[in-house]
């Protein structure tokens, strides 16, 4: 019988992998067979024509004002006097700079657009404000507006390219010998009846029609832009003016055509209370369908410091980071990272490592004030850029980046190398937001104050919530795997169970026991095949670790113990999954821009490459997901747990770029936000990883936080600028302790950042892994960890007690490796990273290990 049932199993097998074969066949033939045009948004060209004033702005808080010549302003702190430059003052004299990086220095945009070639970077600087293709406005409502035209744009000089012979002598009768001379030898006089004699006649009648019945004067086509100046203020000694170059312009009957990249970009600027807000609308920005625009950077060089200025850049890289000033750190690469890490609706050839932030805040720090800038708005499509001085100016700079159009690259045939580019077919929603808030001294922790406050008032949510008393302790069960074993003669990809409901019983009951408190048990691979599992399209308990007999009585155990206990699921990927499965690959999964389907790969770590040799996986549509996630909802309504665990949404944002169905990245954000309330509207808590700012408001508790975030070479300190911003208003943790290659740096990070602790468990012996894609869990035996870890979560909660529900006040680096964390009662929480002890007089902190010390102990 069990023969029958394997041999029916490949059968099924065969069947659906043909089925899927003809709708391919079948459907997919169009696919490549329409073009999709991009939306036209033609670019124009303005001119500034204003006096020069100084435009201004003035609250209780803060003075802005604007120099109409050039853009530039400057933003000033009332209460402090402290005063931020959109670019620096000393700009001219940096010893540094090469010409193309001067203009850098005074650019307020940089815009980059693609060719085939590659992508292309247009500073506004050189490309606009030099040649004032840009217009000023100051709005009713206390904003002040700029339309940029940025391109390789040709002034328009106030001179006549032709002119009749009788207006030509007109102007010049009214000049000075020498002026008239000089102007002269710019123009040459093309006469009706010696047209014949000229090679260019046919070219000359073209362009100029009346040349052929009267004398004209005109331009010679080598004529420089700096002579153009010059004549133009011949003929303005002549009286010539805007009327008779109106009048001149009617003899040329084929305009010179600018068939260069020009791009209409539009900011913004307001004061809102004690911000300074940057918008840049997404559907103001123009562009030639040949030139599409991919990204624009937004002030580059607001709040530059100079060579002698003490100070750091704030960077989110993980809890946050500093780069100090002028750390000389030159031959590290500068720092770049995506807000919310990769969408992986764009391909990615490789992948070295995942850069991401996951809370949307940048800033300057000096002794004499700070800023941070708050990325709203449609904030999911920013990257953040900074550097020191050295590279390619005297100056330290930070700076958000944002995508515009998607694209990707497309190869026509495997017989030529020829590339296309694919890209969006129109431009995103929303804007680009940006709040500069300036905060008083030069203290991050002030700053993560200050962006702290921000989150109160962004997010009502924020207001409300109730934390745990005790330092919440996160564990995570791997209930089942997949696992090729060989079955009469046969490799069968096989469910193994790595931890029954029975077993997560025991650990649940053995960590009481040990009065854990706030603890929370994550149910990880307890369905759907396990921990790679399949769509949620129905929800099926592995009937290996006990069914949904076994989940039932361990749900209601854990609650008479006062645990809180989650489900685990993932929504926005297909694992193993197939058309009897109630997914389809070709209707049911994200494409991208050249609407081949999303098929992923791990990475391999030699390599760095898609690892092709191990089981695809597949990015499915977002409404897809949406569904998934609320029949996960729905199932566990009913099941008398805590609530759900997200293993995507919180920390993944990936879009689906196929044409006729595109649902952007924002839209993703969205659709997440909606899943989070509706499991919160079924009465379950929310568990999310890592914690992506716009998830924090609807998760109750965070885990898997990445502290202290990637060690760049280029980063100075790791400071927990986020962690400050969330204590005391949200449960959150580090990553599993115990699965870290150095356990002990990570529970001394999770001191520091005033989080709880996390840790990965299985019951059975590790050595199920072998032979298996699951060595991440090597570490992660409940047995050889059990008396370690009872013991250090005892400890931590007993020390830290009272703390979890208080704000950080003070952060300060000791010395190297040695930090001190303050909460607002007084107790501070030292912690000494070195493998020898710290000893400052009465303060002395044992090796490898943190001190909790009460305000009242001192």
Not at 549 to 577: N, R
Request: proline share 3%; net charge negative.
């Amino acid at each position: 019988m069990r023969k029958k049932s394997i041999i029916r199993r490949l059968l099924s097998w065969i069947i659906a992998l043909a089925l899927i074969a003809a709708l391919v066949i079948f459907v997919g033939i169009p696919l490549y067979s329409q073009k999709d045009e991009q939306v036209d948004n033609p670019p124009s060209i303005s001119y500034y024509e204003g006096e020069g004033k100084k435009l201004t702005m003035e609250n209780d808080s803060l003075a802005f004002e604007l120099d109409e010549n050039n853009t530039h302003f400057q933003l000033t702190d009332k209460r402090t006097g402290k005063t931020w430059y959109s670019n620096p003052q000393d700009r001219a004299s940096d010893p540094i700079a090469l010409t193309s990086n001067k203009d850098t220095l005074s650019a307020t945009l940089l815009v980059t657009y693609t060719t085939s070639s590659g992508e292309v970077t247009l500073n506004n600087y050189a490309y606009s404000i030099q040649n004032q293709t840009y217009t000023v406005e100051q709005l009713e409502d206390q904003a002040i507006q700029v339309e940029y035209s940025v391109g390789e744009i040709e002034k328009v000089f106030m001179i006549p390219t032709a002119i009749t012979k009788e207006r030509y002598n007109a102007f010049t009768d009214n000049m000075s010998k020498s002026t008239k001379k000089k102007l002269s030898s710019n123009y040459s006089l093309v006469e009706p009846d010696k047209l014949d004699s000229r090679s260019n006649k046919d070219e000359l009648i073209a362009m100029y029609p009346s040349i052929t019945e009267q004398a004209l004067y005109i331009l010679k086509s080598e004529t420089s832009a700096d002579n153009k100046g010059k004549i133009e203020g011949y003929f303005k000694e002549g009286g010539y003016t805007e009327e008779d170059f109106a009048i001149d312009e009617m003899l040329v009957a084929q305009k010179a055509d600018n068939s260069g990249p020009v791009f209409n970009v539009t900011v913004i600027y307001r004061l809102e209370d004690d911000e300074l807000t940057v918008e840049i609308p997404y559907k103001k920005i123009r562009y030639k369908a040949e030139y599409p625009i991919t990204y624009v950077s937004v002030l580059p060089m607001f709040g530059a410091a100079g060579t002698q200025q003490e100070g750091a850049i704030m960077l989110p890289e993980g809890g946050g980071a500093l780069i100090r000033y002028n750390n000389g750190k030159l031959s590290q690469n500068p720092y770049y990272a995506n807000l919310y890490g990769w969408d992986y609706g764009i391909q990615r050839k490789e992948a070295v490592s995942e850069t991401k932030n996951t809370f949307p805040v940048f800033g300057m720090m000096q002794p004499d004030g700070s800023f941070i800038c708050v990325m709203e708005g449609s904030n999911s499509y920013a990257g953040v850029n900074a550097d020191i001085s050295g590279r390619y100016n005297s100056y330290n700079t930070v700076y958000a980046m944002y995508n515009v159009l998607h694209y990707d690259q497309y190869n026509v045939s495997a017989k030529t190398p020829r590339l296309v580019y694919m890209y969006e077919n129109d431009l995103p929603e929303g804007s680009i937001l940006q709040r500069y808030r300036p905060v008083a001294g030069g203290d991050y922790v002030a700053m993560a104050t200050a962006y702290g406050d921000y989150l109160q008032k962004h997010y009502p949510e924020m207001q409300t919530k109730q934390v745990s008393e005790d330092m919440p302790v996160n564990v995570e069960l791997v209930g089942a795997i997949n696992k090729m074993q060989v079955k009469f003669g046969l490799p069968i990809d096989s469910v193994v169970a790595t931890t029954t409901f029975d077993q997560a019983l025991e650990i649940i009951t053995d960590l009481s026991n040990q009065h854990v408190n706030a603890l929370n048990v994550r149910m990880t691979g307890w369905s759907n095949g396990g921990v790679r599992q399949k769509v949620l399209t129905g929800v099926h308990v592995v009937g290996a670790m006990g069914g949904e007999k076994g989940l039932k009585k361990l749900a209601e155990e854990a609650k008479k113990q006062g645990v809180s206990l989650f489900f685990d699921g993932i929504t926005c990927f297909a694992y193993h999954s197939n058309i009897f499965d109630g997914f389809s690959t070709f209707s049911d999964t994200a494409r991208h821009t050249t609407r081949e389907q999303v098929k992923l790969y791990p990475y391999d770590i030699v390599t760095y490459q898609p690892a092709e040799w191990l089981d695809e996986f597949y990015l499915v549509k977002p409404s897809y997901a949406k569904q998934n996630a609320s029949n996960l909802i729905h199932y566990l309504q009913d099941k008398q747990v805590s609530g759900v665990a997200f293993r995507d949404i919180g920390n993944l944002l990936s879009a689906d770029y196929y044409s006729r169905e595109l649902v952007t990245r924002e839209q993703v954000k969205q659709l997440n936000i909606e899943t989070m309330q509706e499991a919160r509207a079924a009465g379950e808590k929310v568990i999310i990883k890592e914690g992506n700012e716009y998830a924090v408001p609807y998760a109750d508790l965070i885990t898997d936080m990445n502290l202290s975030g990637i060690p760049y070479a280029i980063i100075d300190d790791h400071i927990p600028f986020y962690q400050i911003a969330l204590h005391g208003h949200q449960d959150y943790t580090g990553s599993a302790i115990n699965l870290e290659g150095d356990y002990q740096t990570a529970l001394l990070e999770c001191a520091e950042y005033g989080a709880g602790l996390n840790f990965t468990f299985m019951y059975a012996n590790t050595a199920v892994l072998q032979d298996t894609n699951y060595s991440c869990f090597t570490s992660s035996g409940y047995q050889n960890w059990k008396e370690h870890v009872t013991a250090m979560i005892t400890r931590y909660q007993q020390e830290m007690k009272g703390l979890n529900r208080l704000a950080i006040t003070g952060h300060e680096i000791l010395a190297d490796n040695v930090t001190a964390t303050t909460y607002e009662d007084g107790t501070t929480v030292y912690v000494n990273y070195n493998t020898t002890a710290y000893d400052a007089g009465a303060l002395q902190i044992p090796a490898r290990d943190y001190l909790v010390e009460r305000g009242n102990e001192r």
